[in-house]
């Protein structure tokens, strides 16, 4: 762990250890932290914060460009580390790697861009001045299927603001975070400004930095049920949340649209991430007209993909992350199948050699699938594509918005008044036209409804660490 610019083991002195998800090996220990760690952790925030807030944005945009070029300079490293512990193919791991590294790069340019602002009075002899101020601490907690831009993504526009961070990364990827945190450490970045506690019961430290009163924000990326016990906990003292959650996005696809390019937007962005993706299409409403061209065109190309280490030439599906994961997928597919569901390729656990020593399941395409099954309703995070036909428009965008989540979702037309009836209509955060990649860390990126609060990336990235000022002065 890494806690007041030292690198310190549990006060419990135990470790647990961490598996590679493509062969169950084990590839490393870490500190199993307690909530003794992550109370000294803040202290050692709320301690540095006094001289991190205040020194100047470019003061804080120059270790963040450090920091930025370090990553670059280790960019190999760090994708070989991330493929061998969450088990995405190499070359997805590379992307991953600059996507998290562009956080840094960004907030270092954006950290000197936080104006504020004067505001006309009614009052002849009032003056009115906004300022931003950072928020102060933030607990930060992450996932495992984006293990390193995750990170960058929360603590690089904290940094940014003037704020200092706490981070509990997923018990399943604490390798990821401390090899960035090494680049940290070596970036120079103040004792107390950066603390990483790995801990394999994320309890007690969840429950440390809801309760604690020196930390002023919580941020978290995860599924939505534990984002909503984070906010309800925060809630006791008012603390600043922002939350990036579960989603379940449709991909709709209209008969004007070409099927062909259709079918290849949808099985590239489906299973990136073996389909562990936030941003992952769950729910592919094809239009009556053009299923069968599109269907066949995804048959043959995911038929086609190859599952198995993420090191291995050709690969683009890698392992589940464990066996509850495995299992979950398992139990969606057997239940879509048993009401009705056609399997049009996979839809079983890959066996056999490789196979066997990790969590497989094979690149999965269902037709007919209705409102009644749960892969309709849940979010799979897994490689498993639902295909569910539609006749109309008002249909559609009825369907597609009638979920709880609100994070991303794709529109394939050529018509541009349909595009924009439909972007329109969505009720999600982010919408992808003809597009399968509308993410950058220029770029908001975030759920309506149930998907989450705040943005992350771009301005209003920053925003979140911030709190506004207002001054009234009478002249
Ligand atoms: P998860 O909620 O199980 O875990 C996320 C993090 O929360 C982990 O660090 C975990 O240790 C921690 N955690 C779990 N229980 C906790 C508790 N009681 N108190 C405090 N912390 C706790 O989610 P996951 O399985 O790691 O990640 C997958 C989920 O994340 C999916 O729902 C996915 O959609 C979502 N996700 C969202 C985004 C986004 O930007 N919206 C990005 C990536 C993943």
Redesign the pocket.
Known sequence: MYIDGQWCEATSRKSFEVFNPATREKIGEVPNGTREDARQAIAAAARAYASWSKLTAYQRSAYLYRAYQLMMERKEELARLMTTEQGKPLRAARNEVQYGADFLLWYAEEAKRVYGETIPSARPDQRFIVLYQPVGVVAA??????PIS?ITRKVAPALAAGCTIVL????ETPLCAVELFKIFHEAAIPAGVVNLVTAQD??P??REFVENRQVRKIT???????GK??ARGAAEQMKRVSL????HAPFIVFEDADPVHAARGASLVKFLNTGQT?ISPNRVFVQRGIIERFVAELKNRVSQMKAGSGFDEGVSIGPLVNEAALAKIERQVDDAVMHGASVVTGGARLRGDIFDKGYFYAPTVLREVTTTMLIYRE?T?GPVLPVIAFDTEEEVLAMANDTSYG?ASYVYTRDISRAIRMYEGLEFAIVGINDINPTSAAAP?G?MKE??LGREGAREGLQEYLETKLVGIAV
């Open positions: 907690i992450t996932p495992w299927n984006y995750m509990k990364p997923s018990e994320p309890d430290i969840g978290f990326t995860g599924s939505t049920e534990i016990l984070l990036e959650l579960g989603g936030c979010e995070f994070l990126f759920g998907s989450g």
